[in-house]
C-alpha cells in the first residue's frame, strides 16, 4: 500500500526495510512512523493527518444559503401497535401513487415518495420508533417529521408514548393522526385529552400540535393529512443544494442473488446519478443503476428521493451515511478507514466485555450456546455448595449455568486466566480478588462480581439468562 502510494516498487521498500534490520513482506502492517521514515527516505514529503480526516469534504459539507432550493419532507410513521400505521402507510401510497400502470406493481423499497398539490412527500416505509431510533444510533437523522398514529377506538397505549419520546429525543415535529374515526368505539376526544397528559397538546385543545381525523380502512381524510405535513414541512424550512454531490443515509440493504448489492439511500442532499462513485457505511462501489420506488431505472436523484442503488461492493447498515466520492481511490480509503473503525469497536467490546454476565448472554444467544460459564470462589465449602445448587435449580432447557470451576479462597491470578480461557463470568462469594488478580482481570477485561448473599447473587445470574441485568451493581 504504502510503496503504490509512493509509486515505488514493492521490492525497494522491503530492501530498505532488511538494511534496516526489519524482516517485512508485502501485507505486513507498519506504523505511522515507520511509514513516514520509509516516505522521507525515498524522497517524499510526508504531511501527517489525523485518520478522521479521510472523511473531510465529504460529509456534512455546508452549502451556502444562496446555492439551497426547498426539498420535500421527509416523514415516518409511529404509533402502538395495531393502531394502523401499516394500513394508513399502504392507504396513503395506493391512493397517491403515480401509477403508470394501473393497478400497477408496488415495489417496496423501504421508502416511497407520493404527491400533493403538487408537492412531494417522502414516506419511510418502515412504521415504527424502533427502526427510526436504529438509525438514530448510527447518527442518521433521516426523517423531518413524525406521524403519530394513535386509534380512537384504544386511545394512548405505552408504544404511543414510547413514540412520543422517541420523536421528541430527536427533535423531530410531530403531527398526531387520530385513526380508525370508521369505528362506532371510537372517542377522538379521549385520544386528545391523554395526549394531553403527554405533553402533546393538539390544535383543538389549544396546542400547535397538528392533528388529522383519518380512517385508513376507507381512506378518509388522508388528503388532509398530506396537507398536515405540507403544512409543516413549510415551517421547517426543509432545503437542499441540488448542484453538488449527493450524501444521504442508508435506509435498507441486502445482498440478492440476481442483482447483487441492493441498497436503498435516502438522498438528503445534492444529486445522485448512474456511474458515480458511492461510499456507503463500509462499502463502497460505482452505482450500476438508480431504481426508484415504481421499479423504474432513474438518470437522478434529487433531494428526499429515495432509489435503490445497484454496484456496491456489499450491504451497508440502514442508518449507515453514503457519499459520492471523486474516485476509487478515496472510495476505497474511507472504506478501509470505516472497516478499521469498525474492528477496533468490536474488538474493545469484545475485551471489554469479556467475562461480563450481560454481554456473554448477548453472545450466548447470537452463537445459540446453551451454557453459561462461571467461575465461582467462596468462603467456605458449604456456601459453594449451596449456590451450585441453586444455580443448578435455574437451568432450564435453553440454558444452565456451566461452573467452570469452583473453590474456597481469594480470587487469584489463575482463576482469572482460566476465566479468560473459558469465556467466564467471575463470582466472589465473601472473598475478594488480591492485587495481582484485579490488575489480571482489568487488563484482559474479565468482569468480577462480589456477593454476599445468595439470593441477591442467585438473581442477578437469573437476570442475566433473561437478558434483564443491569450493567453494574
Ligand atoms: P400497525 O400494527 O400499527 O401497523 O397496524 P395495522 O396497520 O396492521 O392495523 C391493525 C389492524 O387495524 C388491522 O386489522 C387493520 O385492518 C385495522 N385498521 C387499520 N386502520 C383502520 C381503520 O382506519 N379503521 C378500522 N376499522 N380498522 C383499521
Redesign the pocket.
Given at each position: 500500500e504504502l510503496s503504490q502510494r509512493m509509486s515505488e516498487r514493492a521490492v525497494d521498500v522491503i530492501k530498505y526495510l532488511m538494511k534496516e534490520g526489519q524482516m517485512m513482506k508485502p501485507g505486513d502492517v507498519i506504523d505511522a512512523d515507520l511509514a513516514e521514515l520509509i516516505a522521507t527516505e525515498f524522497g517524499h514529503t510526508v504531511k501527517r493527518v489525523s485518520e478522521s480526516d479521510v472523511e473531510e469534504g465529504i460529509f456534512n459539507v455546508v452549502d451556502d444559503d444562496s446555492a439551497l432550493t426547498s426539498r420535500a419532507p421527509v416523514v415516518t410513521i409511529m404509533?402502538?401497535?395495531?393502531?394502523?400505521?401499516?394500513?394508513?402507510?399502504?392507504?396513503i401510497r395506493h391512493a397517491n401513487v403515480v401509477s403508470g400502470e394501473a393497478g400497477g406493481i408496488t415495489q417496496h423499497i423501504g421508502a416511497y415518495q407520493v404527491e400533493q398539490n403538487g408537492q412531494k412527500i417522502t414516506f419511510i416505509d418502515t412504521?415504527?420508533h424502533a427502526a427510526f431510533t436504529a438509525m438514530r444510533a448510527r447518527g442518521a437523522q433521516a426523517t423531518d417529521i413524525a406521524i403519530l398514529?394513535v386509534?380512537a377506538?384504544d386511545s394512548v397505549m405505552p408504544q404511543t408514548i414510547e413514540s412520543i419520546n422517541h420523536a421528541k429525543a430527536a427533535g423531530v415535529p410531530i403531527i398526531v393522526a387520530i385513526?380508525?374515526?370508521?369505528?362506532p368505539s371510537a372517542d377522538v376526544q379521549k385520544v386528545r385529552t391523554q395526549l394531553l397528559q403527554h405533553e402533546v397538546f393538539v390544535e383543538t385543545m389549544g396546542g400547535d400540535v397538528l392533528e388529522v381525523e383519518?380512517?385508513?380502512?376507507?381512506g378518509?381524510n388522508l388528503d388532509k393529512l398530506l396537507e398536515a405535513i405540507l403544512l409543516q414541512a413549510e415551517v421547517l424550512d426543509l432545503k437542499a443544494n441540488v448542484d453538488r454531490t449527493a450524501e444521504g443515509t442508508v435506509i435498507e440493504a441486502q445482498l440478492d442473488r440476481g442483482r447483487g448489492s441492493v441498497a436503498t439511500v435516502l438522498v438528503q442532499n445534492g444529486t445522485l446519478r448512474p456511474g458515480q462513485i458511492v461510499v456507503a457505511g463500509d462499502q463502497w462501489g460505482r452505482v450500476r443503476a438508480l431504481v426508484n420506488d415504481q421499479g423504474d431505472h432513474v438518470k437522478e436523484a434529487l433531494p428526499s428521493m429515495p432509489v435503490e442503488i445497484l454496484g456496491l461492493s456489499g450491504a451497508p447498515h440502514a442508518g449507515d451515511k453514503f457519499a459520492v466520492v471523486e474516485n476509487e481511490a478515496r472510495a476505497r480509503e474511507i472504506s478501509e478507514y470505516r472497516q478499521r473503525l469498525a474492528r477496533d469497536k468490536a474488538a474493545a467490546r469484545q475485551s471489554g466485555s469479556r467475562g461480563s454476565l450481560e454481554q456473554m448472554m448477548s453472545q450466548l444467544q447470537a452463537t445459540g450456546l446453551k451454557e453459561f460459564p462461571l467461575l465461582i470462589k467462596g468462603d467456605v465449602h458449604g456456601s459453594i455448595e449451596a449456590i451450585q445448587g441453586a444455580l443448578d435449580k435455574l437451568g432450564t432447557d435453553e440454558v444452565r449455568a456451566r461452573i467452570v470451576h469452583a473453590g474456597v479462597g481469594a480470587i487469584t491470578e489463575s482463576d482469572i486466566s482460566l476465566a479468560e480461557a473459558s469465556d467466564a463470568a467471575i463470582i466472589g462469594f465473601n472473598v475478594r480478588a488480591n492485587v495481582q488478580a484485579r490488575q489480571a482481570a482489568a487488563r484482559s477485561g474479565i468482569e468480577i462480581r462480589y456477593y454476599n448473599i445468595i439470593y441477591d447473587l442467585v438473581e442477578d445470574v437469573k437476570a442475566a439468562m433473561s437478558g434483564l441485568l443491569s450493567p453494574e451493581r
Open positions: 404509533g402502538h401497535v395495531d393502531h394502523g400505521k401499516t394500513s394508513l402507510l399502504d392507504a412504521p415504527g398514529v386509534a377506538d385513526n380508525k374515526i370508521d369505528k383519518v380512517s385508513a380502512k376507507n378518509t
